[in-house]
């Protein structure tokens, strides 16, 4: 079976085909939520019925489980629901289902809070608001586990969990009613209490929703919805020794919340039914008030060279092939932040992809030109030298006067002129990139290159270029090492050529050239970073993704840039004038002391050219 081919993504308005605005705004015309209401925090239908009309037109949320870092795939999604909330008058909700206590930790909670904040978001209504936890839920999950019981809905099975798969059947096959189906409510809800006590192991029983053992979904025979797990919880502690599914809690959660658009990825699609039997079930009981929340999905965010399986990260950063969940080649949003992304622009790639319910594979420089877009209307200039080598001008003193600085400047940002001006000075040593030199130039070469006799025994003059926002040099030759490598480049420097000054154009010239002063050059530890896999879909069809890491995903120069550069705040964005945008490391960059740059992304999408 063939891959499918990566959706580059069109520039159009993602919202004008996007599904889910769509039903949204059905809802809202048709008034399907006017008469919800909100009793000033999530709750029960008392607890609603008491409230007001809720101001809020639609409530969504974004509920992840802290049990790891959140990845490009949770970016979109933080986008899109606070997104459409923001732009229909809701709130979105930022809930943590922390229902599973053996894989959560409180560090996770701080990241993801971190994480919302960056990408531009404020939740449940309230710039300080707390976040929703789903554990404090876990006395109204309880109580609505006693109602199925009581109601004859539900029943505690005691088979072990070879049994129960066992029994479960198949897509071909329908499944058997387990032999503890027939307890009377008051034989399973003694039993259930008694789980609730810790009078039972781990794994010895489990309560399941009575719903159809020979139903064609096979997610409605009877799914398992309170589990026995003695585990310490990072936010009730010991309180609980019996914890809800996620499948149970899940619903539960968005309609103690009074969500309206329940908006999650197609592999809950098929869990939808359970989810709408059972608001149904506790709807009908008088626990939940109606209309209940409803469950759309869109299809799973696919980026070519990038993984975002929790499990699969998490064997990189504790294999040591990437430096941490923070490595910048990571898809985590803490990578991602600490290569140069920014909230724009992960903003823009979400609105530019859009969301549908087919799957497709989006196309990384996608993602890459939504940086790039962004960067160019807000990074400042600066010129760095990644592979320095020397260039003197041999005929400075007598051009222009002996210890001569002179004095240069450029636009911090050629689209800004309200940033000023950034300045910066030259002297007779200056240093450019290595491949500005070639002793023997290919065609269409430009920069330099030196004196040379052709074919036809005739002299060629070495070339000339412009130092750019300085003059114009011509090349005479290199001082070579003992292998014979150039190591400084001489060069003649022409009057009257300065950029900036009457007749400094006289002199045509098609290669410029970038550099910076010796006199003044900070050398700073430069990180030059590429897609982590050589493969487009490094873990499709069972293959290793180990096999594909790309073991030139990561370069370290040392540089030579400006001096307003290496004084720059962490984080801090900046365009290296012919290489591509960089920023300050966040982590590792400390002003005056120790410069360490990121490429963030390049001026164009080179890869694999």
Request: proline share 8%; charged share 25%.
């Amino acid at each position: 079976m063939s891959s499918p081919k990566p959706d580059k993504a069109s520039s159009n308005d993602a919202k004008t085909s996007n599904f889910l605005r769509q039903t949204i705004e059905h809802d809202l015309a048709a008034g399907t939520y006017a008469q919800r209401r909100w009793g000033g925090s999530p709750g029960d239908a008392a607890h609603h019925a008491a409230g007001p009309l809720d101001p809020a037109k639609v409530r969504t949320r974004f509920p992840p489980e802290p049990n790891g870092y959140l990845h490009i795939g949770h970016a979109k999604s933080i986008c899109l629901n606070f997104g459409l909330a923001r732009d229909y008058g809701g709130v979105c909700h930022l809930r943590f289902d922390d229902t599973n206590p053996e894989k959560e930790d409180t560090e996770y909670v701080n990241s993801i809070i971190d994480a919302v904040k960056w990408l531009g978001f404020d939740w449940n209504g309230a710039p300080d608001a707390p976040p929703y936890q789903a554990s404090d839920y876990f006395g109204f999950m309880y109580r609505a586990a006693e109602h199925l019981i009581e109601t004859g809905q539900a029943y505690v099975d005691e088979q072990t969990p070879e049994q129960m798969r066992l029994n479960r059947g198949d897509f071909g096959k329908p499944g058997v009613d387990s032999p503890f189906r027939a307890r009377t409510p008051a034989e399973n809800l003694a039993r259930f209490r008694e789980m609730r006590d810790g009078l039972h192991e781990d794994g010895s029983m489990v309560l399941r929703a009575k719903i159809d053992m020979a139903h064609p979904n096979i997610n409605l025979r009877d799914p398992a919805v309170y589990r026995i797990r003695r585990a310490t919880h990072h936010n009730t502690g010991d309180t609980w020794c019996i914890y809800p599914m996620y499948t149970f809690a899940h619903p539960i959660e968005d309609a103690l919340e009074q969500i309206t658009h329940s908006i999650c990825t197609l592999e809950f699609e098929d869990q939808r039914p359970f989810y709408d039997w059972l608001l149904g079930k506790l709807c009908q009981g008088g626990l939940l008030g109606a209309p209940p929340p409803h469950q759309y999905e869109f299809a799973r965010l696919n980026l070519t060279y990038v993984i975002t399986s929790k499990r699969k990260l998490a064997q990189l950063v504790y294999d040591h092939k990437v430096s941490g969940w923070d490595d910048p080649r990571m898809p985590t949003i803490v990578g991602l932040r600490r290569r140069g992304y920014t909230p724009q622009s992960l903003q823009l790639f979400a609105e530019r992809i859009g969301v549908t319910k087919s799957d497709s594979w989006i196309d990384y420089a996608t993602l890459e030109g939504c940086l790039r877009e962004t960067l160019d209307h807000s990074a400042p200039r600066a010129m760095a030298v990644l592979d320095p080598i020397k260039l003197v001008l041999t005929n400075w003193d007598e051009v222009m006067g002996a210890g001569t600085i002179d004095e240069c400047s450029a636009p911090v940002h050629p689209h800004h002129p309200e940033l000023g001006q950034r300045h910066f000075k030259m002297g007779q040593e200056v240093w450019i990139e290595r491949s500005d030199y070639e002793e023997t130039p290919p065609k269409g070469f430009f920069r330099l290159f030196p004196p040379s006799i052709d074919a036809g025994g005739n002299a060629v003059p070495g070339s000339r270029a412009r130092l750019k926002y300085g003059h114009v040099i011509e090349c005479t030759g290199a001082i070579k090492d003992e292998a014979g490598n150039p190591s400084v480049v001489l060069t003649r420097l022409l009057p009257d050529t300065k950029s900036g000054t009457p007749g400094s154009d006289s002199v045509k010239v098609k290669g410029v050239i970038t550099w910076v002063g010796v006199n003044e050059a900070s050398a700073a530890e430069v990180r030059l970073y590429d897609r982590l896999f050589t493969d487009p879909q490094p873990d499709a069809g069972g293959k290793d993704f180990i096999e594909s890491l790309n073991p030139h995903s990561l370069k370290v120069v040392t540089a030579m840039v400006e001096p307003s550069v290496a004084s720059a705040q962490p984080d801090q964005k900046f365009q290296f004038e012919r290489h591509g945008y960089f920023t300050a490391d966040r982590v590792d960059h400390v002003p005056g002391q120790r410069a360490v740059f990121n490429l963030a992304v390049g001026l164009r999408d080179g890869w694999g050219k």
